[in-house]
């Protein structure tokens, strides 16, 4: 586990984040429009090309589901005990990175280098769970920290995301297949999704002025996805392990969702509904920064106290 070289996915998150940067400061990218076209394009394109290839089945849909549940129980009960201290916006962008994390730019490679291929694929429909919480249930968190019951929902039902879940479903149960020129070129969006959602961290910060450090609201986000989402996951492969027994490759897929950075997702709905995007930057970045440090020294903790070796 420790010597896994982490330093290769890292640097290319950070090179892109860079690249963000410089073309906010040099270029003045607008990048509203980018974080538009990630929500109701690309990432929709992403997510159906990954779960029909997935060849989903009750098992696997299992995964989504229940890691789809507990990222919303997460969101609720955070966003329960943090609106009573932080203002209505703050409050929901720190519920939805509670529920939520860097599952798919940085935790998809990773997965890769530690699991075995059914390890991957049990993952990846973990991944999937977490996604679909991320424009759903926490969507509607965020857009309630500005908008009323009715508009988040309306926002909801316009996210196209949704329709792609379902539309990957039946697509995999018809008797044809998607034609593999299609596929091949869905593929392309999924490099764009990565590129441009790591990108969009650094135009943020091209903006962003001291004022928008916030050390309480800093601590709040690490405490989130590196106190609570190890601790929990941790207890979940415990549970699991004692009662319905579970294999240690899926044991080791849940626990990598725990000590995963911050989702760049979370500066993506922040920028579209306009939830203090520069806040959920500083978060994402500094989380992403110290992954290397912290995902080792826990992954080698927490598999030793699952029993995974």
């Known amino acids: 586990m420790s010597q896994v070289d982490l330093s290769q996915p890292l640097w290319m998150l950070l090179i892109f984040v860079a690249l963000g940067w410089l073309c906010a400061r040099r270029l003045v990218v607008d990048p509203r429009p980018i974080a538009t076209l990630l929500i109701y394009l690309i990432a929709p394109l992403t997510f159906f090309r990954g779960l029909y290839l ?14 789809f549940a507990l990222a919303s129980v997460l969101c609720l009960a955070t966003h329960a005990i943090v609106r009573r201290y932080f203002a209505p916006q703050e409050a929901a962008l720190l519920a939805f990175s509670a529920g939520t994390g860097n599952t798919g730019y940085f935790g998809l490679p990773l997965a890769m280098a530690l699991l075995p291929p059914e390890g991957v694929a049990a ?10 919480f991320e424009f759903s ?18 926002k909801i039902v316009r996210l196209p995301l949704l329709y792609a879940f379902l539309a990957a479903l039946v697509a995999s149960r018809l008797p044809w297949s998607v034609p593999g020129a299609v596929i091949e070129g869905l593929d392309y969006f999924r490099a764009s999704y990565t590129v441009l959602g790591m990108m969009i961290i650094g135009m943020t910060l091209g903006g962003v002025s001291m004022r928008a450090f916030d050390v309480r609201f ?15 996951m941790l207890g979940l492969v415990l549970a699991l392990q004692t009662t319905i027994g579970i294999s240690s490759t899926l044991a080791g897929a849940l626990l990598l969702l725990g000590v995963v950075p911050m989702a760049a997702n979370v500066v993506v709905i922040a920028m579209e509904l306009n939830i203090r995007p520069a806040k959920g930057a500083i978060a994402v970045l500094l989380t992403t920064v110290a992954a ?6 826990y992954l080698g903790i927490l598999w030793r106290i699952a029993g995974l070796g």
């Not at 993952?123 to 679909?132: E, M, N, R």
């Not at 309630?144 to 508009?151: A, H, K, N, P, T």
């Not at 800093?218 to 929990?232: D, E, K, T």
């Open 292 to 297: 290397p440090l912290i995902i080792p020294p």
């Open 54 to 67: 997935g060849e989903p089945s009750p098992a696997l849909l299992g995964l989504t589901a229940g890691m």
């Open 123 to 132: 993952y990846l429909f973990c991944l999937l769970g977490v996604t679909l």
């Open 218 to 232: 800093l601590g709040a986000s690490i405490a989130a996805r590196y106190v609570m989402w190890p601790l929990v």
């Open 137 to 154: 249930v926490g969507f509607y968190i965020s857009a309630r920290g500005q908008f009323s019951v009715r508009e988040s929902l309306g």
